[in-house]
């Protein structure tokens, strides 16, 4: 099956920088898209930003010129680089692609979540 793994949450504080990776593992499968997704406690999940796979980026409003999103197509990976954080993008943030299989034909995947924390 298809598993995604992402990694580079953290505690950092206001104005500081991280930056998140996903990688997608598997066999027989295409990417279509992928991007991030992030959730703080008691509201909805929302788009922090997306890729396809021909480098067409979306940016939620609020992260504009703040984050960035990029992808190796080598290594079926993605990133976001968050820089000038503030308080209000602590959330857990999930990664997300639209995955082709020859089984399953085009369908969602989740990462795990990895938690980022900005501190005041």
């Known amino acids: 099956q298809v598993q995604l793994v992402e990694s580079g949450g953290g505690l950092v504080q206001a104005g500081g920088s991280l930056r998140l990776s996903c990688a997608a593992s598997?066999?027989?499968?295409?990417?279509?898209?992928m991007g991030w997704y992030r959730q703080a406690p008691g509201k909805q999940r929302e788009l922090v930003a997306s890729?396809?796979?021909?480098?067409?980026?979306n940016y939620a409003d609020s992260v504009k010129g703040r984050f960035t999103i990029s992808g190796d197509n080598t290594k079926s990976t993605e990133y976001l680089q968050m820089n000038s954080l503030k308080p209000e993008d602590t959330a857990v943030y999930y990664c997300?692609?639209?995955?082709?299989?020859?089984?399953?034909?085009?369908?969602?995947?989740w990462g795990q979540g990895t938690q980022v924390t900005v501190s005041s």
């Open positions: 890729i396809t796979s021909g480098g067409s980026t």
């Open positions: 997300n692609a639209n995955i082709w299989t020859a089984m399953t034909r085009n369908r969602d995947y």
């Open positions: 598997g066999r027989g499968f295409s990417i279509n898209r």
